[in-house]
Protein backbone atom coordinates (compact mmCIF):
# COMPACT_ATOMS: atom_id res chain seq x y z
CA UNK A 1 0.00 0.00 0.00
CA UNK A 2 2.60 2.40 0.80
CA UNK A 3 4.51 1.47 -2.54
CA UNK A 4 1.16 2.33 -4.54
CA UNK A 5 0.60 6.19 -2.90
CA UNK A 6 4.45 6.62 -3.12
CA UNK A 7 3.81 5.58 -7.49
CA UNK A 8 0.23 7.93 -7.10
CA UNK A 9 1.92 10.59 -5.81
CA UNK A 10 4.84 9.86 -8.08
CA UNK A 11 2.49 10.19 -10.99
CA UNK A 12 0.40 13.04 -10.02
CA UNK A 13 3.42 15.34 -9.34
CA UNK A 14 4.76 14.19 -13.06
CA UNK A 15 1.06 15.79 -14.33
CA UNK A 16 1.50 18.72 -12.67
CA UNK A 17 4.83 19.45 -13.74
CA UNK A 18 3.26 18.72 -17.74
CA UNK A 19 0.26 20.58 -16.94
CA UNK A 20 -0.14 22.50 -13.85
CA UNK A 21 -3.91 24.49 -15.15
CA UNK A 22 -5.57 20.95 -15.49
CA UNK A 23 -3.73 19.47 -12.39
CA UNK A 24 -4.57 22.09 -10.09
CA UNK A 25 -2.65 20.53 -6.88
CA UNK A 26 0.41 18.88 -6.30
CA UNK A 27 -0.53 15.99 -4.40
CA UNK A 28 -3.06 13.88 -4.47
CA UNK A 29 -6.72 13.76 -3.03
CA UNK A 30 -6.38 12.93 0.66
CA UNK A 31 -8.18 9.95 2.09
CA UNK A 32 -10.06 11.68 4.62
CA UNK A 33 -11.68 14.42 1.50
CA UNK A 34 -12.55 11.80 -0.54
CA UNK A 35 -14.47 9.51 1.99
CA UNK A 36 -16.38 12.54 3.29
CA UNK A 37 -17.40 13.61 -0.96
CA UNK A 38 -18.48 10.36 -1.44
CA UNK A 39 -20.06 9.93 1.47
CA UNK A 40 -23.79 11.49 0.19
CA UNK A 41 -23.62 9.36 -3.22
CA UNK A 42 -26.61 6.91 -2.98
CA UNK A 43 -25.40 3.34 -3.70
CA UNK A 44 -28.54 1.81 -4.20
CA UNK A 45 -30.11 4.61 -6.78
CA UNK A 46 -31.14 3.59 -9.87
CA UNK A 47 -28.97 6.10 -11.64
CA UNK A 48 -25.04 6.07 -11.76
CA UNK A 49 -22.45 8.42 -10.14
CA UNK A 50 -20.14 10.64 -12.69
CA UNK A 51 -17.09 11.46 -11.19
CA UNK A 52 -15.23 14.58 -12.71
CA UNK A 53 -11.36 14.52 -12.72
CA UNK A 54 -10.53 10.99 -11.00
CA UNK A 55 -6.94 11.64 -11.28
CA UNK A 56 -5.06 8.81 -9.29
CA UNK A 57 -8.42 7.37 -7.98
CA UNK A 58 -8.17 8.46 -4.69
CA UNK A 59 -11.95 9.63 -4.63
CA UNK A 60 -12.87 6.55 -7.56
CA UNK A 61 -11.69 4.07 -4.28
CA UNK A 62 -14.19 5.90 -1.78
CA UNK A 63 -16.84 6.01 -3.92
CA UNK A 64 -16.63 2.10 -4.61
CA UNK A 65 -16.04 0.94 -0.97
CA UNK A 66 -19.09 2.91 0.05
CA UNK A 67 -20.97 0.49 -2.04
CA UNK A 68 -21.07 1.80 -5.42
CA UNK A 69 -21.29 -1.04 -8.37
CA UNK A 70 -17.91 -0.21 -10.32
CA UNK A 71 -20.58 -0.37 -13.54
CA UNK A 72 -22.38 2.43 -12.53
CA UNK A 73 -19.39 4.92 -11.89
CA UNK A 74 -18.72 7.05 -14.40
CA UNK A 75 -15.18 9.35 -14.57
CA UNK A 76 -14.30 11.53 -17.16
CA UNK A 77 -10.25 12.74 -16.90
CA UNK A 78 -8.12 14.84 -18.91
CA UNK A 79 -5.28 13.39 -18.65
CA UNK A 80 -4.77 9.86 -21.02
CA UNK A 81 -2.37 8.23 -18.36
CA UNK A 82 -4.19 9.05 -15.80
CA UNK A 83 -7.06 6.87 -17.61
CA UNK A 84 -5.09 3.96 -18.52
CA UNK A 85 -3.49 4.12 -14.64
CA UNK A 86 -7.34 4.18 -13.64
CA UNK A 87 -9.03 1.53 -15.45
CA UNK A 88 -5.53 -0.58 -15.35
CA UNK A 89 -6.97 -0.46 -11.11
CA UNK A 90 -10.45 -0.16 -11.04
CA UNK A 91 -11.43 -2.72 -13.55
CA UNK A 92 -15.53 -2.14 -14.57
CA UNK A 93 -15.62 1.41 -13.95
CA UNK A 94 -16.22 3.46 -17.16
CA UNK A 95 -13.18 5.96 -17.38
CA UNK A 96 -13.07 8.33 -20.22
CA UNK A 97 -10.82 10.12 -21.67
CA UNK A 98 -12.02 13.43 -22.18
CA UNK A 99 -12.80 17.70 -21.14
CA UNK A 100 -15.09 17.49 -18.46
CA UNK A 101 -15.56 21.38 -19.76
CA UNK A 102 -17.68 19.96 -23.32
CA UNK A 103 -19.29 16.58 -21.29
CA UNK A 104 -21.12 15.97 -24.10
CA UNK A 105 -18.45 15.24 -26.20
CA UNK A 106 -17.04 13.31 -23.54
CA UNK A 107 -20.03 11.13 -22.91
CA UNK A 108 -21.00 10.82 -26.43
CA UNK A 109 -20.38 7.29 -26.59
CA UNK A 110 -21.52 6.16 -23.04
CA UNK A 111 -24.90 6.08 -23.44
CA UNK A 112 -25.94 7.68 -20.33
CA UNK A 113 -27.36 11.11 -19.74
CA UNK A 114 -28.52 11.54 -16.44
CA UNK A 115 -26.81 10.67 -13.19
CA UNK A 116 -27.52 10.91 -9.05
CA UNK A 117 -24.41 12.67 -8.18
CA UNK A 118 -21.50 14.14 -9.86
CA UNK A 119 -18.39 14.46 -7.30
CA UNK A 120 -15.42 16.31 -8.82
CA UNK A 121 -12.08 16.89 -8.07
CA UNK A 122 -11.52 19.65 -11.09
CA UNK A 123 -9.09 22.43 -10.13
CA UNK A 124 -11.86 25.26 -11.03
CA UNK A 125 -10.29 27.85 -9.57
CA UNK A 126 -7.78 27.66 -12.39
CA UNK A 127 -11.19 28.89 -14.86
CA UNK A 128 -12.31 32.21 -15.15
CA UNK A 129 -16.34 32.46 -13.08
CA UNK A 130 -18.24 32.44 -15.61
CA UNK A 131 -16.43 29.34 -17.21
CA UNK A 132 -17.15 27.66 -13.59
CA UNK A 133 -21.17 28.65 -13.34
CA UNK A 134 -21.75 27.34 -16.99
CA UNK A 135 -20.31 23.78 -15.74
CA UNK A 136 -22.45 23.63 -12.69
CA UNK A 137 -25.23 24.69 -14.51
CA UNK A 138 -24.69 21.90 -17.06
CA UNK A 139 -23.84 19.24 -14.14
CA UNK A 140 -27.08 19.99 -12.78
CA UNK A 141 -29.08 19.93 -16.01
CA UNK A 142 -27.96 15.87 -15.38
CA UNK A 143 -29.18 15.51 -11.86
CA UNK A 144 -33.00 14.73 -10.24
CA UNK A 145 -33.81 18.09 -8.82
CA UNK A 146 -31.84 18.32 -4.73
CA UNK A 147 -29.01 15.78 -6.31
CA UNK A 148 -26.07 17.97 -5.72
CA UNK A 149 -22.88 18.47 -7.39
CA UNK A 150 -20.24 17.92 -5.06
CA UNK A 151 -16.95 20.09 -4.86
CA UNK A 152 -13.80 20.34 -3.08
CA UNK A 153 -11.50 23.72 -2.85
CA UNK A 154 -8.56 24.54 -0.56
CA UNK A 155 -10.06 28.10 -0.55
CA UNK A 156 -12.25 29.80 2.21
CA UNK A 157 -14.93 30.11 -0.22
CA UNK A 158 -17.04 28.60 -2.72
CA UNK A 159 -15.26 28.29 -6.04
CA UNK A 160 -18.54 28.62 -7.96
CA UNK A 161 -20.80 31.53 -6.98
CA UNK A 162 -24.52 31.12 -6.60
CA UNK A 163 -25.96 32.25 -9.79
CA UNK A 164 -29.07 34.31 -9.38
CA UNK A 165 -30.80 31.63 -7.53
CA UNK A 166 -30.49 28.82 -10.05
CA UNK A 167 -29.07 26.76 -7.97
CA UNK A 168 -28.02 26.57 -3.69
CA UNK A 169 -24.40 26.80 -2.57
CA UNK A 170 -23.49 24.70 0.73
CA UNK A 171 -20.33 24.17 2.65
CA UNK A 172 -21.42 20.77 3.33
CA UNK A 173 -17.59 19.67 5.50
CA UNK A 174 -14.11 21.40 6.27
CA UNK A 175 -11.46 18.05 6.17
CA UNK A 176 -8.60 19.96 8.02
CA UNK A 177 -6.91 16.39 8.03
CA UNK A 178 -5.94 16.97 3.93
CA UNK A 179 -2.71 18.60 2.78
CA UNK A 180 -3.86 21.29 2.42
CA UNK A 181 -7.20 21.84 4.54
CA UNK A 182 -10.51 21.43 2.41
CA UNK A 183 -13.54 22.41 2.19
CA UNK A 184 -16.44 20.58 0.48
CA UNK A 185 -18.95 22.25 -1.43
CA UNK A 186 -22.60 21.29 -2.56
CA UNK A 187 -24.73 22.65 -5.42
CA UNK A 188 -28.13 21.69 -5.66
CA UNK A 189 -31.46 22.53 -7.10
CA UNK A 190 -34.68 22.70 -5.03
CA UNK A 191 -36.81 20.03 -5.50
Avoid at 3 to 22: M, Y
Avoid at 76 to 81: D, N, P, Q
Avoid at 109 to 115: L, N, P, S, T, Y
Avoid at 181 to 187: G, H
Amino acid sequence: MLLKRFDDKLHFFKSWIHSPRNTGAIIPTGARLARSMASIIRPDSELPVLELGPGTGAITRAILERGLHPRKLYGVEFSRSFVTKLKREYPGVNFIHGDAFHLDSALAGAEVERFDTVISALPLLNFPQWQRIRLIESLLDRLPPGRPVIQFSYGALSPVLANGGSYSVECYDRVLRNVPPAKVWLYRRSG
